[in-house]
């Protein structure tokens, strides 16, 4: 039997025995509210004003309140699994990515509220992490839109947009949640704890949220005594006031604060000579904040909505590598030493002033215009501009801060001719202080053929500019083998912009209130696509210019002339009577590199993705969700190296399936157990999906 065959049997087993065990000794008494399937969930994303999934063009996805809830989503890595055409992975130093119908991580833009995060910087680490940042706890939706939305949201949106809506307080609540977790032989994972509390009273409103949570580490099962991921505290923070005018205009206030005090330790022994080895332990030290502050004031009448906001995201960054070493000699082991420690700090400092507004034209047309500054300011020791000296001639004193300036303008146009036609076109004016500027548009429409069919299409323009690290990075990686060379990333400040090009077209069928089908195909042509290349060099070729740094390849950025996203992706969902909820989809995705055919990497060319959910009655029986995710000639690094330094690619498949069932003690006390990975799929290390087994949860949550 083949591998694949007996981790999908290991997995069926598993799913049964776990369901038998959940179904039984089940009680009933007073009955909940039960999840409606409906497309007239409303979403704002897609057009920045309130519309229909059914009517938008967009292609959008909701994971909403129930779900969440029913899967014990605790993060956005948590809500995104088995969301059609999402691909969360890890990169090369085992941080969380997602991407959109085969994307870049860094088109894709993560939003709280509709605003932007300040977070890691780098090309090769933009969104990291914030997947496992941004809690779920106060959280009412998650808007997930597959395909560009540049035109709206500017240059960052190129792959897609997923954007985090936080719960209106209308009522006082408390909510306390307690998690523990283990993996299956027992070693890593950690607990989860957070108070939510919301109140409203008068005019005035308010809510907190604040968390606790602790992982362990996973050793290596080799007994290296490596650890294999990430592992440390984590306290979120978020406070929220608002306050309710007589003539119905809101004044909100926002404040939240991330702090992580992360390690990871990794150990090799290198021969020297017949009879000499040097052993050494490398400990890395990643301690992050982050902190956001916001006031938004908005309001709306039956003519108008409109809305005034400006924030600011702070990221501060603390990478230490300390180093202990020890040389052995004929058997005769010498003292521990501890190297000088090398030291990154980065501060990322993200101000935002922003406004738009919602008018009616006509009973056909509805106008949506609004304008954006942003100041994108990095500074510290990854960055040196061209002709900056370093202090004391040390590659690792290189400290530096650059900026850049952002204006947009953009304006859009709901026009509805029929009962059958929704048009929407849209334009964006961009211009920064360092590129040319540039116009971007968009043309969408929703076409209904009948009462329970619609054609959607849409075709659009993106642009993405290159950020301050793509430009000016001056930085050395180190090895995630310590005894392996490292990469010395050196930005390009002569990069031209990314350009893209894309189009889509579906068609969605209804059955009544209980089924849909949806049918699409999508393509994206990237010119100008930034990318990381390694030029053959290693730091020992020019000393003068990376002092005291001994053998790193030398990695830098350029621009591909072109590379293709394209796919077809099926998606369906049914109720079955009044409590089971069925859905299921397929994306085939081809995404190369048109210069020389390759393809890109972290990508599956086939994914399928299946859910059922049992939602009883009453609060007092088993509520049961399962989800899975396989992917299909999922394409990667196997972190080896060929004979000319490159890296070597392959192509795996693996499945990854969850299960969580919940019920209540009370009305206020709820009890939930469930498993991740259920199949037990491992692939960890620095060039893996991330996977470090089979997840078991257990937890409580009391509302009161």
Do not use: C
């Amino acid at each position: 039997m083949s591998m694949q065959k007996k981790d999908l049997s290991k997995l069926v087993l598993t799913t049964l025995l776990t369901g038998s065990v959940l179904w039984g000794g089940t009680a009933f008494a007073a009955e909940e509210n039960l999840q409606e399937f409906s497309l007239d969930t409303m979403v704002v994303t897609a057009t920045r004003t309130a519309m229909t999934v059914k009517e938008t063009p967009s292609t959008v996805e909701i994971v909403d309140s129930k779900k969440l809830e029913q899967t014990q989503a605790k993060t956005l890595h948590d809500a995104l699994k088995g969301a059609l055409g999402v691909n969360v992975f890890n990169d090369f130093q085992g941080r969380s990515n997602v991407s959109i119908r085969g994307s870049e991580s860094r088109h894709v833009l993560i939003m709280v509220d509709g605003k932007r995060l300040g977070g890691e910087a780098a090309y090769n680490s933009a969104n990291a992490w914030d997947v496992d940042r941004i809690r779920m706890e106060d959280v009412e939706r998650v808007e997930i839109i597959r395909g560009p939305a540049g035109a709206l949201y500017g240059s960052d949106a190129m792959g897609g947009v997923i954007n985090v809506i936080t719960k209106t307080p209308d009522k006082t609540t408390a909510d306390v949640n307690y998690e523990y977790g283990w993996y299956e032989d027992g070693k890593g994972a950690g607990y989860k704890g957070n108070l939510y509390l919301q109140g409203a009273e008068g005019n005035y409103s308010y809510k907190i949220n604040a968390g606790l949570n602790k992982n362990r580490p996973y050793l290596d099962p080799k007994g290296s005594g490596d650890s294999m991921n990430f592992y440390g505290k984590q306290q979120p923070l978020s406070l929220n006031v608002g306050y309710k005018f007589d003539n119905g205009n809101e004044l909100s206030v926002d404040f939240s604060k991330i702090k992580e005090d992360n390690q990871k330790s990794t150990t090799t022994r290198t021969p020297m000579k017949p009879g000499i080895w040097q052993d050494k332990v490398q400990t890395i030290y990643n301690d992050n904040k982050r902190t956001d502050y916001a006031i938004t004031y908005r309001g709306s009448d039956d003519k108008q909505d409109w809305m005034f906001r400006a924030y600011k995201s702070v990221f501060d960054k603390n990478y230490k590598n300390h180093n202990l070493t020890r040389m052995t000699m004929y058997g005769q082991p010498g003292e521990w030493k501890l190297q000088a420690p090398k030291i990154d700090t980065v501060k990322r400092t993200l101000s935002v002033i922003e406004g738009k507004d919602t008018f009616n034209l006509s009973d056909k047309n509805k106008l949506t215009a609004g304008f954006e500054y942003r100041k994108d300011q990095s500074e510290g020791t990854r960055l040196k501009k061209p002709n900056t000296s370093l202090a004391d001639g040390n590659a690792h004193d290189a400290y530096d801060k650059a900026a850049i300036n952002y204006l947009a303008a953009y304006v859009q146009d709901e026009f509805r001719p029929d009962d059958k036609w929704l048009i929407i076109p849209s334009v964006r004016f961009d211009h920064s202080d360092q590129f040319s500027n540039k116009l971007t548009s968009n043309l969408a429409a929703t076409y209904n053929a009948a009462d329970d069919v619609r054609i959607k299409a849409a075709i659009g323009q993106g642009y993405k500019t290159p950020t301050v690290n793509d430009l000016y990075i001056f930085w050395e990686m180190y090895a995630a083998n310590p005894g392996g060379k490292g990469q010395f990333y050196v930005g390009n400040p002569d990069l031209k912009p990314e350009k893209s090009l894309s189009y889509e077209l579906s068609v969605e069928k209804d059955w009544g209130d209980r089924s849909t089908v949806h049918l699409g195909v999508f393509r994206s042509e990237v010119k100008d696509l930034i990318s990381t290349y390694w030029t053959g060099k290693l730091t020992d070729d020019d000393p003068d210019l990376y002092p005291g740094v001994k053998g790193d390849q030398v990695m830098a950025y350029k621009n591909i002339p072109e590379a293709t996203l394209q796919g077809v992706e099926l998606y369906g969902s049914h109720r079955l009577g009044k409590n089971i909820y069925l859905n299921a989809g397929y994306t085939f995705l081809d995404a190369k590199d048109k210069t020389n055919g390759t393809r890109l990497k972290d990508r599956a060319k086939h994914q399928v993705t299946f859910g059922v959910s049992y939602q009883p009655e009453n609060i007092y029986a088993w509520d049961l969700s399962f989800d899975l995710v396989s992917n299909i000639g999922y394409y990667f690094n196997n972190g080896d190296k060929s004979t000319m330094g490159n890296f070597v690619y392959e192509t795996k498949d693996f499945t990854i399936a969850n299960i969580m069932a919940s019920r209540h003690l009370n009305k206020d006390t709820k009890i939930y157990l469930g498993i991740d990975n259920i199949s037990n799929h491992q692939n960890f290390g620095p060039y893996s999906d991330g996977n470090l087994g089979r997840l078991y949860r257990v937890g409580m949550e009391y509302k009161f």
